[in-house]
């Protein structure tokens, strides 16, 4: 059983940037395929960016391409999102999710994940 837990979100203008962090604890984190989703107010939760547990391969949504940056650090059991040049469409919940699989790659429906976070607020103001 994984547990997940985010933190790092917070208020910020546009055009600035935060540092989400998942810790994971529970599990062999190695192991997991790591991912970022988010929910804003009325709309269903989307992915974000993943990366996997194998070759450290990413994968981003078209609209976070360039701005946004997904690691992890596997000695610490933690993964990152890096956000910069942060708009105000990218208000929403952040949500860290794993996935043990073994196929190849990275998947990116909330379906093929199987545990998520609480889920931490990230507000961008115009």
């Known amino acids: 059983q994984v547990r997940l837990g985010e933190s790092g979100g917070g208020l910020v203008q546009a055009g600035g940037s935060l540092r989400l962090s998942c810790a994971a604890s529970?599990?062999?984190?190695?192991?997991?395929?790591m991912a970022w989703f988010r929910q804003a107010p009325g709309k269903e939760r989307e992915f974000v960016a993943a990366i996997s547990r194998s070759d450290l391969s990413t994968h981003y949504r078209d609209s976070v391409k360039g701005r946004f940056t997904i690691s992890r650090d596997n000695a610490h059991n933690t993964v990152y999102l890096q956000m910069n040049n942060l708009k105000p469409e990218d208000t929403a919940v952040y949500y860290c999710?794993?996935?043990?699989?073994?196929?190849?790659?990275?998947?990116?429906?909330?379906?093929?994940?199987?545990?998520w976070g609480q889920g931490t607020q990230v507000t961008v103001s115009s």
């Open positions: 529970g599990g062999t984190f190695s192991t997991y395929n």
């Open positions: 999710a794993a996935e043990w699989s073994p196929r190849l790659g990275v998947r990116s429906r909330p379906g093929d994940y199987d545990y």
